[in-house]
């Protein structure tokens, strides 16, 4: 599986955007969808995932009640929706497949990121 993020971009406090996870091969569908973030010289850290068929999502609490994880498999395509954004949201994000769970060793596949800039 190949994956592609998008949709980044610079947002004020309090904005929103969608990140979305191209996906390539058949078993897309197979994997749990992750989505992690990072700031230069910190771990990677969980920010949500979304089991195969949709049934079970799982959020950081950072982000619970703002940020919307979702996938449509008919598009090989993962989606985070992202409300009310603050700064300290800034980071490059990062789609995933692979295990449920919030460990990045869960994941097997990534995709290259893209950077989220929310100014206060």
């Known amino acids: 599986v190949q994956l592609q993020a998008s949709g980044g971009g610079l947002v004020q406090a309090g904005g929103s955007l969608r990140l979305s996870c191209a996906a390539s091969?058949?078993?897309?569908?197979?994997?749990?969808i992750g989505w992690f973030r990072q700031d230069p010289g910190k771990e990677r850290e969980f920010v949500a995932a979304i089991s195969w068929g949709g049934s079970v999502t799982y959020y950081a609490d950072s982000v619970r009640r703002r940020f919307t994880i979702s996938r449509d498999d008919a598009k090989n395509t993962g989606y985070l929706q992202m409300n009310s954004l603050k700064p300290e949201d800034t980071a490059v994000y990062y789609c995933?497949?692979?295990?449920?769970?919030?460990?990045?060793?869960?994941?097997?596949?990534w995709g290259q990121g893209t950077q989220v800039t929310v100014s206060s």
């Open positions: 995933a497949a692979g295990d449920y769970g919030r460990d990045v060793r869960a994941y097997t596949y």
């Open positions: 091969g058949r078993t897309f569908s197979t994997y749990t």
